[in-house]
Nanobody, 127 residues
Framework: VQLQASGGGLVQAGGSLRLSCVVPWRAFSTFAAGWLRQAPGKESEFVAGIMWSGDITYYADSVKGRFTISRDNAKNMVNLQMSSLKPEDTAVYYC?????????????????????WGRGTQVTVSS
């Protein structure tokens, strides 16, 4: 079972991209979801998270005000709208969910808050 992310690509600094992910679990509407990323030579890092209900979101400080996470439980999808992209946003982006804690209402702020990752999509921002 794979989460499938799409929407990555090459963009100039200041540009925008929208990432999407289809989550292949019927219970998706009960899972927290998020996006993680890993730049070359660096550890993976938390980017954004969204509660199962969609009413609470969390962001890494580095992307606050520029990225917006959303979800459509009817379509089993989670999205990441990225604006004002910077070269330091260059990374492989992964869609992730937490299947271990249905209806979780705590904070989402770490890679460890998610137990299932999908195949990543490359985002490259040129200066």
């Amino acid at each position: 079972v794979q989460l499938q992310a799409s929407g990555g690509g090459l963009v100039q600094a200041g540009g925008s991209l929208r990432l999407s992910c289809v989550v292949p679990w019927r219970a998706f509407s009960t899972f927290a979801a998020g996006w993680l990323r890993q730049a070359p030579g660096k550890e993976s890092e938390f980017v954004a998270g969204i509660m199962w209900s969609g009413d609470i979101t969390y962001y890494a400080d580095s992307v606050k005000g520029r990225f917006t996470i959303s979800r459509d439980n009817a379509k089993n999808m989670v999205n990441l709208q990225m604006s004002s992209l910077k070269p330091e946003d260059t990374a492989v982006y992964y869609c992730a969910v937490d299947t271990s804690r249905p209806w979780y209402r705590g904070r989402l702020e770490n890679v460890g808050d998610f137990n299932r990752w999908g195949r990543g999509t490359q985002v490259t921002v040129s200066s």
